[in-house]
């Protein structure tokens, strides 16, 4: 009761430091939530003075004049007679009301729906009604045109196979034409210009055919709305010419309309809409509650520590991680507060927006029925969000700790919206949905499950459940972290980092081994070195280009950060021999073990989310591999594809990465942190589970053993079984059934355990 007593303690107190700031809390949260509809109401101000008038529309010109394409060109243009001034209806008005008409019109025939479709639909242009001179000039222009000549998809396909033809650009002649024809356009203000030309049949010479030549100005500032206007009419267009020449033969025109469309709207106007912003939502939300946490950390801890108050904190006499325990209580409840306000803010402006923005009584009815997400939903928000916003919170806690000032706190607050940001973006693909892989994922598994649990008619469980497991474990690992720092030299006195680091270390005693971020720090320019340097070896030969990026992005900066920080290798990198001979017969174990642990959770994912799919990079290795074993066989292979992964990946993997995570996280959270990223390191999600269960494997050997040695070996033992079993072997799937997949799997990590129960933590 103790440890609750101070987090309640420490809660009250903070909770009520950070209500009497009320400078703070309007800056933060109150203006934040009025700015919404008073940007809202700017914006239809600013929408209205600038709204397209109908002068200013696009103008499109047929030199056909009479024609029935011109005929239809001028239907579907404004009509001179309309005068904005006047307040006529905006094109697409009738869209509700056609729509609440759809049944009925269901049973109208084809004829009649055409007849009925309003003129208007679509993008506005208007029609050029032009001079005879200035049409015989443009006329004159477009003569020098060739006519359009027929598709030809063989000759296409040639083209586009042809290297030389695909980059080959347009003659002189043709350049000088399409100059002349654009300043004439320009001159008369046309953004498309349309010419109708009858061709004689090769076959029949009572027959003809018509050849239309268009010519669009490409940077005009209404071009994606000329070339939207233009594809149904053209459409239209020839749909007519098919039916005038089956008349001409007797032919009924139904042949040229034989199927009768009706799209009816069977959903709610809530439900449609709720699925339409399903990817907007859960990044927003992620915003607000990184919003709502960062800015009451910084005062809370850095801020704190400007007023002088944060030593005589730490001195009370209870534990410091309830002190921590209660300032991240006061974090997440200013973050979900701040997300609840904030959404209450934009509803209330959505139907600002409704109201004021001439949408009409029912869209503001569909907009409140949007909001009306339902209680279910709502709870689910909620729970696949709290994880997420513990994990916020306390990292945002870490960061202000780690800050010497408020200004300085506050300068780290656009690395941590990029890093959050950018994997919350996945819910604005379109199509992206969870799946066993994905749930796994940090930020992107628990917001992708909420993305779905807006689209989708029923909740989905399993997704969130998983999210959000995954994202509690990160929260755990993150929160424990976070505890640790309040026991770190850094944290208590910043100004003391500033004596330098490693061999630029001006006085005192530097750390044995490296801190979690100066480890991931590590990670990150290994990772973005292989990533970029790839390319560059790949003129040097498939050797090269296997090993070298190995070497010099993935090795080279774990023993540059060891110079450097003048760290003991035997410290940062765990280099040095087992504590006892018998870890080597585990390691030797652990190899046959860890290839029945990959192929069993590859046939396991398999069966739950599919085989991968074929791919260029599946190519483009079995390319790689066939070239090392032209030159050298199997010996070679093994060493590119074994030996070299094995030391490399190992000496930043579970040398310099686990090194600095053990310190920070504690031997447990060093182990998986680090074993998902060097799943992660791999770029396959297909691959990712087997990688992250090996990772956990020999990350456990590494802490048992006290040595990066038997990592080693059974990384290189698993890559060579796997390797020679591909070359000896091509034809020979190991793949298994789920459930002989699940019991392979379930087994090797069982005898894993065995092997490693026991450990012993490395004196440091």
Same mark, same amino acid.
């Given at each position: 009761?103790?440890?609750?007593?101070?987090?309640?303690?420490?809660?009250?107190?903070?909770?009520? /430091?950070?209500?009497?700031?009320?400078?703070?809390?309007?800056?933060?949260? &109150? %203006?934040?939530?009025?700015?919404?509809?008073? %940007?809202?109401?700017?914006?239809?101000?600013?929408?209205?003075?600038?709204?397209?008038?109908?002068?200013?529309?696009?103008?499109?010109?047929?030199?056909?004049?009479?024609?029935?394409?011109?005929?239809?060109?001028?239907?579907?243009?404004?009509?001179?007679? /309309?005068?904005?001034?006047?307040?006529?209806?905006?094109?697409?008005?009738?869209?509700?009301?056609?729509?609440? !008409?759809?049944?009925?019109?269901?049973?109208?025939?084809?004829?009649?729906?055409?007849?009925?479709?309003?003129?208007?639909?679509?993008?506005?242009?208007?029609?050029?009604?032009?001079?005879?001179?200035?049409?015989?000039?443009?006329?004159?222009?477009?003569?020098?045109?060739?006519?359009?000549?027929?598709?030809?998809?063989?000759? /296409?396909?040639?083209?586009?196979?042809?290297?030389?033809?695909?980059?080959?650009?347009?003659?002189?002649?043709?350049?000088?034409?399409?100059?002349?024809?654009?300043?004439?356009?320009?001159?008369?203000?046309?953004?498309?210009?349309?010419?109708?030309?009858?061709?004689?049949?090769?076959?029949?010479?009572?027959?003809?055919?018509?050849?239309?030549?268009?010519?669009?100005?490409?940077?005009?500032?209404?071009?994606?709305?000329?070339?939207?206007?233009?594809?149904?009419?053209? #459409? $239209?267009?020839?749909?007519?010419?098919?039916?005038?020449?089956?008349?001409?033969?007797?032919?009924?025109?139904?042949?040229?309309?034989?199927?009768?469309?009706?799209?009816?709207?069977?959903?709610?106007?809530?439900?449609?809409?709720?699925?339409?912003?399903?990817?907007?939502?859960?990044?927003?939300?992620?915003?607000?509650?990184?919003?709502?946490?960062?800015?009451?950390?910084?005062?809370?801890?850095?801020?704190?520590?400007?007023?002088?108050?944060?030593?005589?904190?730490?001195?009370?006499?209870?534990?410091?991680?309830?002190?921590?325990? &209660?300032?991240?209580?006061?974090?997440?409840?200013?973050?979900?507060?701040?997300?609840?306000?904030? %959404?209450?803010?934009?509803?209330?402006?959505?139907?600002?927006?409704?109201?004021?923005?001439?949408?009409?009584?029912?869209?503001?009815?569909?907009?409140?029925?949007?909001?009306?997400? *339902?209680?279910?939903?709502?709870?689910?928000?909620?729970?696949?969000?709290?994880?997420?916003?513990? =994990?916020?919170?306390?990292?945002?806690?870490?960061?202000?700790?780690?800050?010497?000032?408020?200004?300085?706190?506050?300068?780290?607050?656009?690395?941590?919206?990029?890093?959050?940001?950018?994997?919350?973006?996945?819910?604005?693909?379109?199509?992206?949905?969870?799946?066993?892989?994905? $749930?796994?994922?940090?930020?992107?598994?628990?917001?992708?499950?909420?993305?779905?649990?807006?689209?989708?008619? =029923?909740?989905?469980?399993?997704?969130?459940?998983?999210?959000?497991?995954?994202?509690?474990?990160?929260?755990?690992?993150?929160? !424990?972290?976070?505890?640790?720092?309040?026991?770190?030299?850094?944290?208590?006195?910043?100004?003391?980092?500033?004596?330098?680091?490693?061999?630029?270390?001006?006085?005192?005693?530097?750390?044995?081994?490296?801190?979690?971020? /100066?480890?991931?720090?590590?990670?990150?320019?290994?990772?973005?070195?292989?990533?970029?340097?790839?390319?560059?070896?790949?003129?040097?030969?498939?050797?090269?280009?296997?090993?070298?990026?190995?070497?010099?992005?993935?090795?080279?900066?774990?023993?540059?950060?060891?110079?450097? &920080?003048?760290?003991?290798?035997?410290?940062?990198?765990? @280099?040095?021999?087992?504590?006892?001979?018998?870890? @080597?017969?585990?390691?030797?174990?652990?190899?046959?073990?860890?290839?029945?642990?990959?192929?069993?959770?590859?046939?396991?994912?398999?069966?739950?989310?599919?085989?991968?799919?074929?791919?260029? #990079?599946? &190519?483009?290795?079995?390319?790689?591999?066939?070239?090392?074993?032209?030159?050298?066989?199997?010996?070679?292979?093994?060493?590119?594809?074994?030996?070299?992964?094995?030391?490399?990946?190992?000496?930043?993997?579970?040398?310099?990465?686990?090194?600095?995570?053990?310190?920070?996280?504690?031997?447990?959270?060093?182990?998986?942190?680090?074993?998902?990223?060097?799943?992660? %390191?791999?770029?396959?999600?297909?691959?990712?589970?087997?990688?992250?269960?090996?990772?956990?494997?020999?990350?456990?050997?590494?802490?048992?053993?006290?040595?990066?040695?038997?990592?080693?070996?059974?990384?290189?033992?698993?890559?060579?079984?796997?390797?020679?079993?591909?070359?000896?072997?091509?034809?020979?799937?190991?793949?298994?059934?789920?459930?002989?997949?699940?019991?392979?799997? *379930?087994?090797?990590?069982?005898?894993? @355990?065995?092997?490693?129960?026991? @450990?012993?933590?490395?004196?440091?």
């Amino acid at each position: 009761m103790r440890g609750l007593d101070t987090i309640l303690h420490v809660f009250r107190k903070d909770g009520l /430091e950070l209500l009497r700031d009320r400078r703070t809390l309007f800056v933060n949260v &109150g %203006l934040p939530v009025l700015m919404y509809p008073v %940007l809202a109401l700017f914006a239809i101000q600013v929408m209205q003075l600038t709204k397209t008038k109908d002068a200013d529309l696009p103008r499109i010109a047929v030199l056909d004049e009479g024609s029935m394409l011109s005929d239809l060109v001028r239907q579907a243009a404004v009509p001179p007679e /309309e005068d904005e001034e006047t307040g006529a209806a905006p094109v697409g008005d009738e869209a509700t009301a056609e729509e609440a !008409s759809a049944e009925d019109s269901a049973e109208d025939s084809a004829e009649d729906s055409e007849a009925t479709k309003p003129a208007q639909q679509g993008p506005r242009f208007r029609y050029a009604e032009l001079e005879p001179d200035v049409r015989a000039q443009l006329a004159s222009i477009l003569s020098a045109f060739p006519d359009p000549k027929r598709p030809d998809p063989e000759a /296409e396909t040639k083209a586009k196979k042809d290297k030389d033809a695909k980059n080959k650009g347009p003659s002189p002649e043709q350049l000088e034409r399409r100059a002349t024809a654009l300043e004439a356009m320009r001159e008369h203000e046309l953004a498309a210009l349309i010419a109708v030309r009858t061709i004689a049949h090769e076959a029949d010479s009572e027959l003809s055919e018509q050849a239309l030549l268009v010519l669009i100005d490409d940077a005009h500032r209404f071009q994606v709305q000329v070339h939207q206007a233009l594809r149904p009419i053209l #459409n $239209d267009y020839e749909t007519e010419l098919i039916a005038q020449r089956l008349t001409q033969y007797q032919l009924p025109s139904d042949l040229v309309r034989p199927l009768r469309t009706a799209e009816v709207p069977v959903a709610t106007a809530s439900e449609a809409l709720r699925s339409k912003v399903a990817g907007v939502i859960p990044l927003l939300l992620v915003l607000m509650a990184l919003s709502g946490a960062f800015y009451p950390a910084l005062d809370l801890i850095a801020g704190e520590r400007e007023r002088g108050t944060l030593e005589s904190l730490l001195a009370w006499p209870g534990n410091r991680r309830d002190i921590f325990l &209660g300032k991240l209580l006061v974090v997440n409840a200013a973050a979900v507060i701040s997300v609840l306000l904030n %959404l209450a803010s934009l509803g209330l402006t959505m139907l600002i927006l409704g109201s004021q923005g001439g949408f009409g009584g029912e869209a503001v009815n569909n907009l409140a029925g949007g909001l009306s997400l *339902g209680a279910g939903v709502l709870a689910m928000c909620f729970v696949a969000l709290l994880p997420l916003v513990v =994990t916020l919170s306390a990292v945002s806690l870490a960061i202000a700790g780690l800050a010497a000032s408020f200004k300085e706190a506050q300068n780290y607050l656009s690395p941590l919206f990029i890093a959050v940001m950018v994997p919350a973006f996945v819910t604005m693909i379109p199509g992206s949905a969870p799946n066993a892989v994905l $749930d796994l994922v940090p930020v992107v598994g628990p917001l992708l499950a909420l993305k779905e649990s807006l689209q989708s008619p =029923t909740l989905p469980w399993g997704h969130v459940g998983l999210a959000v497991a995954a994202s509690g474990v990160l929260a755990a690992v993150v929160v !424990s972290w976070s505890v640790r720092l309040l026991d770190s030299e850094g944290f208590l006195y910043p100004g003391l980092v500033r004596a330098g680091w490693g061999r630029f270390r001006k006085w005192g005693q530097g750390p044995s081994a490296p801190s979690g971020l /100066e480890a991931l720090a590590v990670f990150a320019v290994a990772l973005a070195g292989f990533l970029y340097l790839g390319p560059v070896f790949q003129p040097f030969g498939a050797i090269a280009q296997v090993v070298g990026p190995l070497v010099v992005a993935i090795a080279l900066p774990s023993v540059v950060h060891v110079i450097l &920080g003048a760290y003991k290798p035997a410290t940062a990198l765990s @280099w040095r021999p087992p504590a006892a001979h018998a870890d @080597w017969a585990r390691a030797v174990l652990l190899v046959p073990i860890g290839v029945g642990i990959s192929l069993g959770l590859m046939s396991l994912q398999t069966a739950l989310v599919g085989a991968p799919p074929a791919n260029s #990079n599946a &190519g483009q290795v079995e390319e790689i591999m066939n070239t090392i074993l032209a030159t050298g066989g199997l010996p070679l292979a093994i060493v590119c594809m074994a030996l070299a992964p094995g030391i490399c990946e190992e000496l930043l993997c579970r040398g310099t990465l686990l090194a600095g995570l053990r310190r920070s996280l504690g031997d447990l959270g060093g182990v998986l942190v680090s074993a998902f990223l060097f799943a992660s %390191l791999h770029g396959s999600p297909y691959r990712f589970v087997p990688q992250l269960a090996l990772g956990v494997v020999m990350g456990a050997l590494v802490v048992r053993c006290r040595s990066v040695w038997p990592a080693m070996l059974v990384h290189f033992g698993h890559n060579a079984v796997v390797v020679s079993v591909s070359v000896l072997a091509p034809e020979q799937q190991l793949e298994f059934g789920p459930g002989l997949g699940a019991a392979l799997a *379930g087994g090797g990590l069982a005898c894993s @355990w065995l092997l490693l129960r026991s @450990w012993n933590r490395p004196n440091q």
